[in-house]
């Protein structure tokens, strides 16, 4: 009960987002303007704008060499098998964090 309770939520979730994200982009797409004017001038748009292109370039390569960052830790699993003396097969795992320096 408690799966079909979850299933439906993350249905009711995933149809909410859909709704939501349209209604956004029609809203955004009815306040589009042509022509842009600031104080009698032309604005023209934000591709032509080369600082958010250099802003924006920085952010990713931040990005990119943060999360490319390995940690210092690396994880050994050693796996035990066993059979006791009714043929039954137990699997024992251990997990051990080996610290880099």
């Known amino acids: 009960m408690k799966n079909t309770i979850a299933s439906l939520n ?3 979730r995933g149809c909410s987002l859909f709704v ?3 209604f956004v ?7 589009e303007s042509p022509d842009v004017k600031v104080n009698g001038q032309d604005v ?7 600082w958010i292109w250099v802003a924006g370039t920085v952010l990713l390569l931040v990005l990119i060499i943060l ?3 390995g940690s ?5 699993t ?8 009714f043929g ?4 024992t795992s251990t997990t051990t964090e080996i610290k880099d320096e």
């Open 20 to 22: 939501v994200s349209l």
């Open 44 to 50: 023209g748009s934000w591709f032509s704008r080369y």
């Open 88 to 91: 039954n097969i137990s699997s």
């Open 78 to 85: 050693d796996s035990t098998i066993t059979r006791d003396d």
């Open 67 to 69: 999360f490319s960052r």
């Open 72 to 76: 210092n830790r690396t994880k050994r």
């Open 25 to 31: 982009t029609i809203y955004s797409y009815a306040q």
């Open 10 to 12: 993350r249905k009711w």
